[in-house]
Each structure stands twice: as C-alpha cells, then as structure tokens.
C-alpha cells in the first residue's frame, strides 16, 4: 500500500504544534497541520508489508496491538497518497463512528504495532486519520445521513461518553428509536468533561458531532440519573425494549493516607470538569491553581492534563508523582515488537512544564506517604519517599519504601490522578445486574450481554478502565448484539 519504496525515500514526519510558551496562553487545540503534499508523503510510508498487524486490534501482554475498531488503515493510506481524500474518507467512516476524536485523543496502538516500526519510525497513521475527518468536516462531506426505515423498537443509551455513542449511532443505524440519557448537562462523557479542551475542542469537535446525530434521529437526554427517585429502572425498562449500559469507570481511587482529609486535595476529574465547564460558561466553581505550588499524583493521560490545565491556570510550580519508573527510551528486550511499545515519552503537559520551568515535572519510583496542613486546615506540603519494585511472598511486584529518601515538597493544591476503581454502583445494583469480581458489570466481551435480558453492557462499566478507542469498540459491538436481540438478526459489523 501506498508507494512501494517510500518507507525507504521519506521519513517521518509530524507537523510542528504550536509553540509551548504561546499556547499556555489559552485553551485552543495546540496542534497544527501538514500540507497535503507532506499528508501524500507520510501515505506513501506505508509500506507493503503483506500482514499489517496495525488494524489487527489484538491484547498482546495485556495491551493493545493494533487498532481496536480495526480501521482499514492500509487502504486509508494508500488512497491518501493517491489524492484520493473523499473515499479515504469513506473508508475510514466504514469502521469509526468519531476518526475526530481518535485522531486527537487515541494513544495510537495502531502505530506501536505498525510493521514499518519495527525497524524504523512508524508511518504517522493517527495524524493522516485526523487529517482525512478534518478535511470531509471542511469540504462538507459529513452530513445528516438518518435510516430510511424505522424498525418501530425502542433503545435506552444510559451514558453518552465514548462507548455510549458509539453503541447510540449504530443502533440508529440499524433504525431503532435511540434515546440517550447523561446525567450531566451536556453530552460526550469523558470526551466532553474528562479531556481538556485544548486537546479535543468541545465546541468546534465534540458538540458538532452531537449536533449531526440529533439531526440523524438520536435523542439526548441531559441531566438525568437514571436508577435513582428521579428516574428510577422501572421506568426505564418499561418504556423501551433494550438498554445499553455504557456509564463507564467513574469511582476514583483515592488516597487514604494521614492528611487526606485537608482542603485543597481534590480528585483530578473533578479540577479538569470545572474547568471545562467555566471554558463553557456552564460553571463558576473552578478549583484554581494560579499561584499554586500544585503536587499531581499519578501519571498517564490524566496526569499530563493536570499538569496542562495547572499551567493555563498560572500555578507557582508544578510536580508530577509516579509511583512506576521512568520507561527506557528504546524498546525492551522483553518488549518487543509489535506489543505496545513501553518507552518514555514526553507528552504535551511535560514539555509545557519544561518549556516554563525548564526542566520535566515527573519524578519517578516515588509516592506520597503524608499530607501536612497549615492553622486552617488547608494542604501546605506532601511527604514523599522513593520506592522500588521488589516481589513479596505469593511472587508478586510490589512497591517497597527505600530508607533515607523522604522528603517534603511545599503543596498548595493537590491533584489525585490515579485511574478509577470501576464504575459506580446505584444504577448496576437498581438493575440488579450480576458483577465480576472487580465491580464491573458482567458481560462477555462479544455478546455484551448482562444476566438480564434485554440488558447490554459496554465500555469501561463492562471492561474496567480503559482506552477511549476500546470504549468504541464494545459500544459498537453491543450495539450489534442488542440489534440481534431485537431482530433476531444484524448486520451491523
């Protein structure tokens, strides 16, 4: 696919972002764009590798390898090296419901397991696909396209993040009457009010593809919590013929130790959502970190976007824990191609921090061990000590203080971003639907079915916390699987 030698002729390249310092300066995506010329030239990177593991969407090690919605990625390339950008377009349409939102907030497994990076960089899969949705939004390409035919069923969606719309479109797609209910008062879930806008426009992005699927026949529903008085399960099970349960991983994991209960120690998705919603003008409460000394415990996505929000903001500093240590640069001898390549990366958040405070605000194998506070009972330092990863009596890795490394960092404001336990239990305990051992709403993965009938799970309430692409994914699947249970057949993919 693409041109034959052009792995060997061109090399990777990403366009530039805009510059750290200037960005700091407001919340708009930070990213730029590449000519379509330089788009053509990463398209003919793609080599011919006769086994393109990247739309494979496999777990190898626990991790993704390969696309998850098994995108057509080959052929989107290839036909973007022809100039060929509307059916580019449609093909990547065929298996993504939103290539907007992969293309700005997907880590790219994609790209870890593409066959060219094996050897060499990978082809730039994530931004052609983010280019190639971005060009059919401008050239007026995407449009209302609702079901001829309207099957008479009825489908309840209860939560609209990731999972959820990606199940809502495809039900509607298959013509039943969706309905989707968000207790929050805007749609898109983790997409709306867990991810920063400067990395997915709410606006211009997540309210635009909103806006098509009402127009396609979806009904969203805001500010309704279902399986409370307000809008208890009878009442859902009465009034429609299936319900998807796509209410993701929401219990955060907290940290009890001495002087949790201080003021200024927050959950991070509660600093990101006030955030977004002052940016919206749909809140005032936001918790603040200007002129802060913030500490952020725990790393991945959700840390680095507390590290970003905190410097729009105008904190004094910002620290950033993890407990893990820092990856190598280059791939493991026990990490090899095409796993998820386990590497140190330096994501938006970091080089922001770098580029402000000139240096990288992580500071690996070391965890809090005390909050300390002042008169008022406010957060004024957190204690911390190294730690290393050794194994105890049943064989399994776990953190070890290491002697003589505390020490005490000034803390202001403190963020807690240390992933989620699983999803929240009213509405699963209302339905009484089985659960796993981990509090997850049981449900094979592939039938998405729930120990009732008519009662479909999908996303991370099902899986446990995890990639937004995996959320689309399953949606996509019980969507499939309710659809059969309905008709008796499907042929949605």
């Known amino acids: 696919m693409g041109k034959p030698t052009g792995f060997m002729e061109y090399l990777r390249e990403l366009p530039a972002d805009r510059?750290?310092?200037?960005?700091?300066?407001?919340?708009?995506?930070?990213?730029?764009?590449?000519?379509?010329?330089?788009?053509?030239?990463?398209?003919?990177r793609c080599m011919d590798c006769g086994i393109p593991f990247c739309h494979t969407g496999m777990l190898v090690s626990g991790m993704a390898c390969g696309c998850p919605i098994n995108n057509l990625i080959p052929e989107f390339n290839d036909l973007v090296?022809?100039?060929?950008?509307?059916?580019?377009?449609?093909?990547?349409?065929?298996?993504?419901?939103?290539?907007?939102?992969?293309?700005?907030?997907?880590?790219?497994?994609?790209?870890?397991?593409?066959?060219?990076?094996?050897?060499?960089?990978?082809?730039t899969i994530k931004n052609i696909e983010v280019s190639i949705i971005d060009r059919a939004w401008q050239e007026g390409w995407i449009a209302p396209n609702p079901p001829q035919v309207r099957t008479g069923k009825k489908v309840a969606v209860v939560g609209s993040g990731p999972a959820g719309?990606?199940?809502?479109?495809?039900?509607?797609?298959?013509?039943?009457?969706?309905t989707v209910f968000e207790r929050a008062d805007l749609p898109g879930g983790l997409l709306m009010y867990g991810i920063p806008n400067m990395k997915l426009d709410k606006k211009d992005?997540?309210?635009?593809?909103?806006?098509?699927?009402?127009?396609?026949?979806?009904?969203?529903?805001?500010?309704?919590?279902?399986g409370g008085a307000e809008y208890p399960v009878e009442k859902l099970r009465g009034e429609f013929d299936a319900v998807v349960l796509a209410t993701g991983a929401t219990l955060p994991r907290d940290l009890p130790i001495e002087g949790r209960p201080l003021k200024g120690i927050h959950f991070a998705m509660d600093f990101l959502t006030a955030n977004t919603k002052?940016?919206?003008k749909k809140g005032k409460d936001v918790i603040s970190a200007k002129g802060k000394d913030v500490i952020i415990i725990g790393g991945g996505d959700t840390g680095t976007d507390c590290v970003g929000t905190s410097l729009r903001h105008g904190c004094n500093s910002v620290t950033q824990l993890e407990i893990m240590p820092r990856f190598p640069e280059t791939r493991a001898q026990d990490n090899?191609?095409?796993?998820?390549?386990?590497?140190?990366?330096?994501?938006?958040?970091q080089e922001e921090a770098a580029a402000k405070y000139g240096d990288d605000p992580r500071v690996?194998?070391?965890?809090?061990?005390?909050?300390?506070?002042?008169?008022?009972?406010?957060?004024?330092?957190?204690?911390?000590?190294?730690?290393?990863?050794?194994?105890n009596d049943k064989g399994q890795f776990v953190p070890t203080h290491v002697p003589g490394t505390e020490k005490v960092l000034p803390a202001s404001l403190v963020l807690l971003?240390?992933?989620?336990?699983?999803?929240?239990?009213?509405?699963?305990?209302?339905?009484?639907?089985?659960?796993?051992?981990?509090?997850?709403?049981?449900?094979?993965?592939?039938?998405?079915a729930t120990s009732i009938p008519g009662v479909f799970a999908a996303g991370d309430c099902r899986r446990g916390q995890s990639l937004v692409v995996w959320a689309f994914n399953e949606g996509r699947g019980a969507a499939r699987e309710c659809d059969r249970y309905l008709m008796g057949e499907t042929e949605l993919p």
Not at 19 to 44: I, M, Y
Not at 166 to 172: E, G, T
Not at 205 to 226: D, P, Q, S, Y
Not at 425 to 443: C, M, T
């Open 417 to 448: 971003a240390m992933g989620f336990w699983g999803p929240e239990q009213e509405l699963p305990e209302a339905l009484g639907v089985e659960k796993d051992g981990r509090s997850n709403i049981k449900a094979d993965y592939g039938n998405y």
């Open 364 to 391: 690996f194998l070391t965890t809090a061990t005390k909050f300390e506070g002042d008169a008022d009972g406010n957060v004024k330092a957190v204690h911390t000590v190294q730690v290393k990863w050794e194994k």
């Open 165 to 178: 719309l990606s199940a809502a479109a495809q039900l509607n797609k298959a013509g039943h009457q969706v």
């Open 81 to 123: 090296y022809r100039g060929l950008w509307k059916q580019a377009a449609a093909r990547l349409l065929r298996t993504n419901n939103f290539p907007e939102f992969t293309g700005r907030v997907c880590p790219a497994p994609c790209e870890g397991s593409c066959t060219l990076g094996a050897t060499e960089p990978a082809v």
């Open 336 to 349: 090899p191609w095409p796993e998820w390549p386990k590497t140190h990366k330096v994501d938006y958040g």
């Open 19 to 44: 510059e750290p310092l200037e960005r700091l300066k407001d919340w708009n995506e930070f990213h730029l764009h590449l000519p379509e010329e330089k788009l053509r030239t990463q398209g003919a």
């Open 205 to 226: 992005v997540v309210l635009r593809r909103i806006k098509l699927m009402e127009e396609e026949g979806i009904t969203f529903v805001c500010n309704t919590a279902i």
């Open 278 to 280: 002052a940016i919206l």
